[in-house]
Structure formats: C-alpha cells, structure tokens
C-alpha cells in the first residue's frame, strides 16, 4: 500500500484532531475500562517500549486495537503465541522456537514495522506511526471519513469502515475504541506527560462570548485550545478546570473551596 508522508499539514491536522478531541459520552465508560486494563501492565509494555525507543502507551494503544490486550496473541495480528503467526504477516517471529512471549513477539512486530528506527515522538509522530500501523486506505481512499483506527468513540467519527480486506462499507460503524482516543484518556488521567503542551495555539483562536463561556462544556471547549491544557468536557468543572481558569485567565471558578484559602 503507498505510504503517506507525515508532511507540515498532516502535523498540523493531527495536533488540531487531538486537541479538539472529545470522547463520545455513550463510550467514556468503555473508554475508561480500557485504561483500567492498561495501566496494571504498565510495566510488561515498559519492557518492550524501552527496547525500542518508543513511548510505552504507543505499544499499549496498538495491543488494544490489534489483540483487544490479549497477552496471549501475537502483536502483529491476534495469533496465538502458541505457533508463528499465520495470518498476515505470517510466520513471524522468524527466529525463536514457539510458544513465544509476549514480549518477544511485540518487539518483533514492531521492530518488522521500523518502530525502533524513530528518533523522535512528538504528538503528530504517534498519531502519524499509529494510523500508519492499520494502513492509509482511509486517508487514500475515503477521505470523508477519519480513520476509526485512531478516533473511534470520539467527536471525530461516527461510520464508515473496512469490514474485510478492501471491502468498504459507508453505513459499518467501528465497535473499537480508537487508539488516539486511549492516548487522550491517558493523558486526560495524569498517566503520561501532556502531549497537549506541544500543541501550539491554533493560528486562529477560538471565540466566545460571555455568554457562551458561562457554560461549562464551553469553557472547557476554550481552556482546551491552550497548550498544556487537557479537560475532560462534560459540563461538570471540577478542581482541573478550576486549576485551567487559574493557569489561564489568573482566577479560580466560583464555588471552589480554594478560592477562598488563596
């Protein structure tokens, strides 16, 4: 399949889908079970990712998306460990004798895919190396729809999808969660350092009136557009959003305690 290049407006998208990123409310228990999932193994995709040079949650996103976080499949595609893969790719790993680890068969598949050859992981890097894990029909082929690979559960898709090998369905809609939304949640949690700070100011920044900021989901629609802000938007400010209004515009929301101790 040919290869998108990860080109100035191809970052540029990326960081402006992942700060505007909001997890579908219907989903964000499901969303938050993934996590809770995740983060006892934290220390099994560690291993593999300090190997190779990659963030620890990017290897944790791709084994949600490829083996629903079976650890008892191979990375490349869901195969048992138990014999080489033989779906594609098949016959992976080619070294070893079976059963294999999971961790041997993870380094594996991303060391096939060139993953420990990256020098840098910038946000628009993990979204690009991961879309590009699932392939680029999506971008190639159906640019009216953003892949589901990445933003299922999310603000940013709601159908179309491959439900087999280059069979395209408009109406299919993708039942798994999007490994850009996991990295979002990750952050939304304190798990992982915010990516967000990374993000520039768009060129144009979003504005509201003053009525308009008044409502919750609103203002953390708008604190979500600063670098090093991530809020959860859920029409509920709580401590983190009173924290952003602080960082932002120099004030606490009313009816924080802490306003009154400062």
Known sequence: ????????????????????????????????????????????????????????????????????????????????????????????????IPPFTWEESAGDALQMRGIDRIGEWSLERILYELEGYNGWGYRLHHQHVKSPYLWSFSNHYSKGKYISDGTWSDTAVSRQCGAAVVVKRLEQRGEIPLLSEQVTRRATPLRFSSREIARADDLQRFLNTFPGVSLRVDSKPGEKTSDAVERILGFRLEGDPRKEEA
């Not at 579908?24 to 190779?52: E, T």
């Not at 079976?70 to 070893?96: E, I, Y």
């Open 1 to 96: 399949m040919a290869k998108v290049n990860l080109t100035k407006s191809l970052a540029n998208e990326y960081r402006e889908l992942f700060q505007t990123l909001e997890i579908s409310p219907n989903r964000f228990a499901d969303v938050d079970r993934i996590i809770d999932r995740i983060l006892p193994q934290r220390q099994r995709y560690q291993s593999v990712a300090g190997s190779l040079g990659t963030p620890w949650f990017f290897v944790s996103a791709i084994h949600n998306m490829e083996s629903s976080l079976n650890f008892k499949a191979h990375l490349h595609n869901g195969d048992s460990l138990k014999a080489r893969t033989h779906h594609v790719p098949a016959g992976r790993p080619p070294g070893g």
